[in-house]
């Protein structure tokens, strides 16, 4: 069997990376099924530790070389982009909330120093693909010093101009998000569908520039094959199937 077709038999699910802690994941994850999320709006949660780079995680999940590629209407490296290379949210974890006196050796600013300069390459790397950049810092009081946890705040907003719908503060570990965790539903939710939304978006119009210009039928019928896939994320089966026929 064709593997693209073997693949595509599968539901496919919105991809969603975390960045940092297994933990810490793990913490986040059980919240969003314990408020009955995933079976509302099921995603596919991916591991990877803080120091990855997006090009990395994306190589993680690509097949081999050797792999063959797909002979009919989907191909293969098309399926596994949309299903596990580009996620439509990633989460990113900075955990200094140790108490262990070795970490309080280094000034808040040190921390702050790798903070922001990752922050950027993230944010950046996230809007090149149109992925929403959901970011928790979890900071042990120990750290700021004389600092007050009103500077720490006001630092962030002013070197990184972030918006605190998308940007977590806390300083009393994970725990901390609890009262939060209706919000991050919403996030994966809303932004999970906008994201596949998006990208059906682009390929209506290029449907439609299509028809007028093409007389290939084969390429058009791919293309809407393609569109009742993406419209799968959703679970809107009567567009999926609108666009299949």
Do not use: C
């Amino acid at each position: 069997m064709d593997p693209a077709i073997e693949l595509i038999q599968e539901q496919p699910t919105p991809l969603v990376y975390m960045l940092g802690n297994k933990l810490n994941h793990d913490y986040l994850i059980k919240g969003y099924e314990d408020l009955g999320a995933s079976k509302k709006f099921q995603v596919n949660f991916q591991n990877y530790s803080l120091e990855t780079k997006f090009s990395q995680m994306a190589k993680a999940n690509t097949a081999s070389s050797s792999t063959p590629k797909g002979r009919g209407l989907f191909s293969l490296s098309w399926v596994r982009k949309h299903r596990f290379l580009v996620p439509s949210v990633l989460i990113a974890v900075f955990d200094w909330s140790n108490e262990d006196p070795a970490i309080s050796k280094l000034s808040w600013a040190n921390y702050e120093l790798v903070l922001n300069e990752r922050y950027k390459e993230l944010l950046a790397e996230s809007t090149s693909f149109g992925t929403t950049l959901l970011t928790i810092v979890l900071i042990s009081p120990k750290l700021l010093g004389a600092q007050t946890m009103d500077d720490v705040l006001a630092g962030f907003r002013r070197n990184l101009n972030v918006d605190f719908k998308y940007f977590y503060v806390l300083f009393k570990g994970i725990e901390g998000f609890a009262g939060s965790l209706k919000k991050f539903v919403k996030i994966i939710s809303e932004k999970g569908k906008s994201f596949y939304k998006e990208i059906r978006k682009k390929l209506k119009r290029k449907i439609a520039a299509t028809e007028k210009k093409s007389t290939n039928q084969l390429s058009i019928l791919k293309s809407y094959a393609k569109l009742g896939y993406l419209y799968e994320f959703d679970r809107k089966a009567s567009q999926s199937f609108k666009n299949y026929k």
